[in-house]
């Protein structure tokens, strides 16, 4: 399968079956912004409990946190969003699209770091500008570049009606929660540093190219864990956080180690100490799934400093007072979701032109896990037992009720949302043992169950 070709191929199978919808439709679409059905929501819901097992319930030394979308907006002055949160823009004479410059760049070929200041970038932007082309109409005669703030504004508590001189903004990161209740968490939670702080959340950003599906989009989800440490042990939590990262997404997410590597940032911001990216190998070529970063105390002594509170800690041990490190790992859902499907979409060739499409989930994340099926729609007694097992099952994994056309036709519907198992009630069942058949969704293979042994059966198949 051509890796352009995949991509549409996954865009229009996560629409026909039910993933990801683009928002508002029926009103022309909404650039940017996608809206999650029925079995993406529960892909994305298992996603993000595979990540809140894996770095909340799993560990001793971190705790959650569910802080609010909106702050006060000296939160984003401190963090430097106001000043500082901005892409390099530039525009086509011909079309008047507006792209980002380092995406211009790198089309064009050349390297740029969207880390870079916007001064580096403009610099080679106006060094490269004979060989970059619009990505719309191919012209090539751009306007000075120019910044554009991203963060997302909002009138709550607005009276005067000037929302330009009184933004509240929509949070642009969900980490500047983390730190703001630094002082909170240390105070009411059994913590000692070093510690950790984990949210999911929404985040928005007034992102300009929306582009790549929901890899870039206005509104998504990022899963942060903030661990604060004493400066002398940064460096070397920063690289068992890199390790525990890159296994998350091997192990826990069972993802090709070969479709994974680093990418290391150039040049650093200059309170970052490190700074790593995973990347994910999309349709679209490697791009960034999760930054790891070594961000020194900047954080903690920028809130310190505009809020006026002591955000350093007393370690009761040694007396030595400080004001921590920061290791944070930033990973997006969305993006991550992306990636689980593009690592699963499988088309295989059954033979007589026949293409069976299946998404080959970890079992864990897999939407449905058990779909039931009577043989046939139209006898009762093997539909009343169907329900008979459906209802059996349901409470303890989901499951789907199916007696819609032939039982090929449905183990095909189930193939393509990625359910592991199939259950079949026939008459056999009824007649003579009492057994059903279940059939696993990656080999096909089928074999009897016998009805009374069916939990226990799914209980060691999802390693429960
Ligand atoms: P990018 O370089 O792609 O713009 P970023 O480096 O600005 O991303 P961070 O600010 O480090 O991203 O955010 C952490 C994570 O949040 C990213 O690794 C990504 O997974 C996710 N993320 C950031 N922006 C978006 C977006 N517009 N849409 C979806 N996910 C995003």
New binding site residues.
């Given amino acids: 399968m051509a890796e352009e070709n995949k991509m549409d191929k996954i865009i229009g199978f996560c629409k026909r079956r039910g993933f990801v919808y683009p928002s508002s439709e029926i009103y022309g679409g909404f650039a ?1 912004v996608y809206d999650y059905g029925p079995y993406g929501v529960e892909l994305k819901n298992a996603i993000r409990d595979a990540w809140w097992k894996n770095m909340v319930k799993d560990r001793e030394d971190i705790v959650g946190l569910d802080a609010a979308i909106f702050m006060l907006p000296k939160v984003w002055e401190a963090s430097g969003h106001v000043g500082g949160f901005a ?1 390099p823009l530039s525009e086509c004479k011909k079309c008047h699209t507006r792209s980002r410059v380092d995406h211009l760049l790198e089309d064009a070929g050349v390297f740029a770091d ?2 870079m200041s916007e001064e580096e970038i403009n610099k080679i932007f106006n060094e490269n500008k004979k060989k970059i082309k619009c990505l719309k109409c191919g012209g090539s005669d751009f306007s000075e570049a120019r910044s554009f703030n991203l963060l997302v504004k909002s009138n709550l508590g607005n009276f005067t009606g000037d929302w330009d001189k009184e933004p509240t903004y929509l949070r ?2 969900t980490c500047q929660g983390i730190y703001v209740n630094f002082k909170n968490v240390l105070d009411s939670a059994r913590v000692r540093v070093p510690f950790g702080i984990a949210q999911i959340g929404k ?1 928005f ?1 007034n ?1 300009i190219t929306a582009r790549q599906f ?11 864990m903030q661990y604060f440490v004493h400066p002398s042990v940064a460096a070397k939590e920063y690289e068992r956080w890199k390790e525990e990262r890159w296994k998350f997404y091997a192990e826990d997410l069972g993802f090709d180690a070969k479709n994974l590597r680093w990418h290391e940032h150039e040049n650093l911001v200059f309170y970052a100490k490190a700074a790593f ?2 990347e994910y190998n999309y349709p679209f070529g490697f ?5 790891v ?1 070594n961000r020194s105390d900047y954080d903690l002594t920028q809130h310190a400093k505009f809020s006026g509170e002591d955000l350093s800690y007393l370690d009761p041990q040694t007396k030595e007072k400080f004001v921590p490190w920061v290791v944070e790992t ?7 979701l992306l990636a689980v499907i593009c690592e699963a979409y499988n088309e295989e060739d059954v033979g007589e032109g026949d293409v069976r499409v299946v998404l080959k989930l970890k079992k864990e994340l897999a939407p449905v896990k058990v779909a039931v099926f009577p043989l046939l729609k139209n006898k009762p007694q093997l539909v009343e037992k169907a329900k008979e097992i459906f209802n059996g099952l349901k409470t303890k994994h989901t499951c789907e009720f199916d007696d819609n056309g032939n039982v090929g036709k449905r183990y095909r519907r189930q193939d393509e949302i990625g359910t592991p198992y199939c259950i079949t009630v026939d008459f056999d069942t009824i007649e003579k043992d009492n057994s059903v058949t279940v059939r696993d969704r990656d080999t096909m293979k089928q074999e009897r169950v016998g009805v009374g042994e069916l939990a226990g059966y799914f209980h060691q198949k999802f390693n429960l």
């Fill in positions: 940017a892409d969207e880390k642009g990161e985040a950003r992102e929901i890899f870039r989009t206005r509104e998504f989800e990022q899963m942060e990216d995973i791009k960034e799934l999760e930054g970063h930033s990973a997006g859902l969305n993006r991550t």
